[in-house]
């Protein structure tokens, strides 16, 4: 949750190569978006309560700007804000406090608004499946939920505690979280996609007889 932003060598890792401030903001994630030329994404939040997604520009080592941006409570923190990049960079989803949404990656711009989040959602992690067609999100509301990345539909919900952290494995079959389904006993988590759509479906079947 740093300051400044760290550019490393990768030969050595001696000592940063370069540093960017992050404009009085906390930087909290990055990533590399290759659309054409190399640019960094950083998630900040800064000091007034405003959660942003900037663009780097590494041949001019400056921050480009803002993405996209929230406003939260003034002062406040934000438990959860995250972004991630779709494989071949179709898409970013963004999340944070009380939204997530998807960005064209070239245009920066809103595709698609998610829905039915609840007023307490908060985003921790967000992540897409190795085909880009699933992405999970995890974060303080307790809850993690799957969704279909090109209609926004919500697939499956799950309860469960201290979610910090949700990774797709390589194959795309397993689902990765931190948390716990009791209180008191920190896991890690394995899920079986597959099986979660299915128990989701018979769920769906039998509240509509």
């Not at 000091?47 to 803002?66: E, N």
């Not at 974060?139 to 990345?149: E, I, K, N, V």
């Not at 926004?152 to 389904?181: C, H, K, M, W």
Request: proline share 4%; aromatic share 8%; charged share 20%.
């Amino acid at each position: 949750m740093a300051s400044r932003i760290e550019l490393w060598p990768t030969d050595s890792f001696a000592v940063p190569d370069r540093v960017l401030h992050s404009a009085g903001g906390r930087a909290s994630k990055l990533a590399f978006l290759n659309t054409g030329s190399d640019t960094l994404l950083a998630s900040v939040i800064d000091r007034r309560g405003t959660i942003r997604l900037r663009a780097v520009d590494l041949d001019k080592d400056t921050i480009t700007g803002d993405i996209a941006h929230h406003q939260i409570t003034d002062g406040a923190d934000c438990y959860g804000f995250s972004f991630d990049v779709s494989p071949r960079n179709q898409q970013i989803a963004l999340g944070g406090c009380g939204f997530l949404v998807l960005l064209d990656p070239r245009s920066f711009q809103i595709t698609h608004r998610f829905t039915g989040l609840g007023e307490d959602f908060q985003c921790q992690v967000v992540s897409f499946s190795p085909d880009g067609r699933l992405l999970v999100s995890c974060g303080s509301h307790h809850t993690l939920r799957l969704w279909d990345a090109s209609t926004g539909e919500l697939l499956v919900e799950r309860e469960y505690f201290l979610p910090i952290n949700v990774a797709f494995s390589p194959d795309g079959q397993t689902i990765a979280s931190t948390g716990s389904l009791r209180k008191g006993s920190p896991s890690v988590l394995l899920w079986d996609v597959q099986a979660l759509l299915q128990d989701a479906r018979e769920e769906a079947r039998n509240d509509a007889k």
